[in-house]
């Protein structure tokens, strides 16, 4: 098994990247995605959540109402070591349990949006960083995404620089120009994946 990190600036194109491995045969561990698993209607997850926090963090239909939520930890640190506490053994324990139901020959991406911030690059046997320039993040985010120009500048201030990211890759993946340049760059990593995948079993 071959386990690699991937990681990119918000708008550099992870999620597109993630899902072209994904066709092309990696198994994906999405934390974003297992993050917000663990707290849907009717898991311990869930639970423990409300315990933490009350009931009024519930929406009417049952669900985390996460704009709350999100007023709450991010006005107030403590707040948000309590929710993290909560959270983050339990995306760990279901991405070790991915993990290991994928096979010995299996290329395991996950994709860790602050993996240069957070210094992850260690837990894994590679990392992929998907690369763009910053006014080529902030035209998708604000063009294609719809997000306000403010809140994309302030995203992407709070994050690791470009130089930063690319400090800590193993393989780089340029992503500043068309999709069309994109495919067949995902197709050579993933066949230098699929070749190192083999090695490590040997
Ligand atoms: P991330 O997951 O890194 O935040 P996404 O993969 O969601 O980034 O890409 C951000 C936006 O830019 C999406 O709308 C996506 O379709 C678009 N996009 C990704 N790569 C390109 C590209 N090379 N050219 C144009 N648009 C792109």
């Given at each position: ?5 991937l990681t990119g600036g918000i708008g550099s194109g992870k999620s597109t990247v993630s899902a072209l491995l ?89 994709d ?16 992929v960083v998907v690369d763009a320039?910053?006014?080529t993040q902030?035209?998708r985010l604000?063009?294609q ?28 993946i340029d992503n500043d120009g068309p999709l069309?340049a994109l495919a067949?760059q995902v ?16």
């Amino acid at each position: 098994m071959l386990r690699v990190g991937l990681t990119g600036g918000i708008g550099s194109g992870k999620s597109t990247v993630s899902a072209l491995l994904v066709s092309y045969g990696a198994v994906l561990i999405d934390a974003d995605r297992i993050a917000r698993e663990v707290v849907e209607p009717g898991t311990d997850g869930l639970a423990a959540v409300v315990a933490e926090f009350g009931e009024d963090i519930l929406a009417a239909d049952g669900t985390l109402d996460r704009p709350e939520l999100g007023r709450i930890v991010f006005a107030d640190e403590s707040r948000l070591k309590a929710l993290n506490a909560i959270v983050h053994p339990l995306v760990r324990d279901r991405s070790a349990e991915l993990e290991a139901a994928a096979g010995p020959d299996s290329v395991v991406v996950q994709d860790v949006p602050l993996l240069a911030e957070n210094r992850l690059a260690p837990l894994y046997d590679l990392v992929v960083v998907v690369d763009a320039a910053p006014e080529t993040q902030l035209d998708r985010l604000v063009r294609q995404r719809g997000m306000p120009e403010d809140d994309a500048r302030a995203r992407m201030a709070a994050q690791a620089t470009r130089d930063e990211r690319l400090a800590v890759a193993d393989l780089v993946i340029d992503n500043d120009g068309p999709l069309e340049a994109l495919a067949p760059q995902v197709k050579k990593v993933w066949e230098e994946l699929r070749r190192r995948a083999a090695v490590t079993r040997g």
